[in-house]
C-alpha cells in the first residue's frame, strides 16, 4: 500500500469534510475519448490541483445527473499503481459501505489497482 503517494497526501485531507464539486462528467454522460458511459457523476474539487495537474477528481454519489454539488467525503479511491486518486463526496447524511462504493466506481476502477480507504 502506497499511502504517501502526493495525490493521496492532497486527498486525505479532504476526508469526512464538505466539499464544493463542480460535475463535468454527469450521470450517463460518455466519456469524450472512449466508449465508457459514467454510472456516477464525476467532476472535480476547483482550485485544487493534483499531482497530475488536473483539478483533484471526485465521484459523486447521486441518482440523478449534476452540474454541481456540495457534500461530504466519505472516502477516497486509492490507485495504488497510478497517482490519481478519487474523492468519493455523497450528498448530506448519506452514507455508502465499501461494496456499494465498489459497484458504483466498478466501470472505471476495474482498470486500476485501488483499494477504498477512509478514517
Known amino acids: 500500500m502506497k499511502l504517501e503517494s502526493k495525490?493521496?497526501?492532497l486527498a486525505k485531507n479532504f476526508l469526512d469534510?464538505?466539499?464544493?464539486v463542480i460535475i463535468?462528467?454527469?450521470?450517463g454522460s460518455k466519456h469524450p475519448k472512449h466508449e465508457m458511459i459514467y454510472r456516477?457523476?464525476?467532476g472535480f474539487v476547483p482550485e485544487v490541483m493534483a499531482p497530475d495537474g488536473e483539478e483533484l477528481d471526485v465521484y459523486y454519489l447521486f441518482d440523478?445527473?449534476?452540474?454541481?454539488a456540495r457534500g461530504t467525503c466519505i472516502a477516497i479511491v486509492h490507485r495504488s499503481e497510478d497517482d490519481d486518486d478519487k474523492l468519493v463526496v455523497v450528498p448530506p447524511g448519506r452514507q455508502y459501505s465499501d461494496e456499494e462504493i465498489?459497484?458504483?466506481v466498478n466501470f472505471q476502477e476495474k482498470y486500476f489497482k485501488h483499494e477504498i480507504i477512509r478514517n
Open 7 to 9: 495525490s493521496y497526501l
Open 17 to 20: 469534510k464538505e466539499v464544493d
Open 24 to 27: 463535468d462528467r454527469p450521470l
Open 40 to 42: 456516477v457523476n464525476y
Open 64 to 68: 440523478q445527473p449534476v452540474e454541481n
Open 102 to 104: 465498489e459497484a458504483q
